[in-house]
T-cell receptor
Framework: AQTVTQSQPEMSVQEAETVTLSCTYDTSESDYYLFWYKQPPSRQMILVIRQEAYKQQNATENRFSVNFQKAAKSFSLKISDSQLGDAAMYFCAYRSQGGSEKLVFGKGTKLTVNP | EAGVTQFPSHSVIEKGQTVTLRCDPISGHDNLYWYRRVMGKEIKFLLHFVKESKQDESGMPNNRFLAERTGGTYSTLKVQPAELEDSGVYFC??????????????FGPGTRLTVL
């Protein structure tokens, strides 16, 4: 079974600075998807960024980018120019490409942005 | 476009009672998923509906949990009888009816269940 590990329960960053959230996963599959979800306080979880395992190029969405290291099974999220609105729980998630569509989540990292 | 909605937002019940959670997916989304997050732990998959059929219920913890999706629209998740370890936040998600990376799961706000 696949597992996802987020080793940083909490992180903090100064506004306008850059922060990197770590995520590692374990799988025997070669084709899969990886996601970062964001859940602001008392709000719904939303998708931040996704990566297909077969793509070598790291995904980027505005200030959010990932460092995908397939061999190391690592999928970190970099937030540049951090804003107060980036404060949230961030969840890393894995999904198989075939078979079940279930998401396998890590425990999450709580990000605080200091003004 | 309305997002995924869940009702109630909070529920506090006593051990042994029954609780029914409801999820309304985004209109047109054939796929509906239930997840649960117990305090301090990972969000765990419970089950997946495609329309009214259970595609994958491998995450259902035991037979005290019953999920239904009559007519392929909204879904209910009943816990009967509730136990202390059922406390947590129950999330519902939905996605469009095609497979692949575009099949983004949109999440509801969750129902926080407390069993005393």
């Amino acid at each position: 079974a696949q597992t996802v590990t987020q080793s940083q329960p909490e992180m903090s960053v100064q506004e306008a600075e850059t922060v990197t959230l770590s995520c590692t996963y374990d799988t025997s599959e070669s084709d899969y998807y990886l996601f970062w979800y964001k859940q602001p306080p008392s709000r719904q979880m939303i998708l931040v960024i996704r990566q297909e395992a077969y793509k070598q190029q790291n995904a980027t969405e505005n200030r959010f980018s990932v460092n995908f290291q397939k061999a190391a099974k690592s999928f970190s999220l970099k937030i540049s120019d951090s804003q107060l609105g980036d404060a949230a729980m961030y969840f890393c998630a894995y999904r198989s490409q075939g078979g079940s569509e279930k998401l396998v989540f890590g425990k999450g990292t709580k990000l605080t942005v200091n003004p | 476009e309305a997002g995924v909605t869940q009702f109630p937002s909070h529920s506090v019940i006593e051990k042994g009672q029954t609780v029914t959670l409801r999820c309304d997916p985004i209109s047109g989304h054939d796929n509906l998923y239930w997840y649960r997050r117990v305090m301090g732990k990972e969000i765990k998959f419970l089950l997946h509906f495609v329309k009214e059929s259970k595609q994958d219920e491998s995450g259902m913890p035991n037979n005290r949990f019953l999920a239904e999706r009559t007519g392929g629209t909204y879904s209910t998740l009943k816990v009967q009888p509730a136990e202390l370890e059922d406390s947590g936040v129950y999330f519902c998600a939905s996605s469009q009816p095609f497979r692949g990376t575009l099949n983004e799961q949109f999440f509801g706000p969750g129902t926080r269940l407390t069993v005393l």
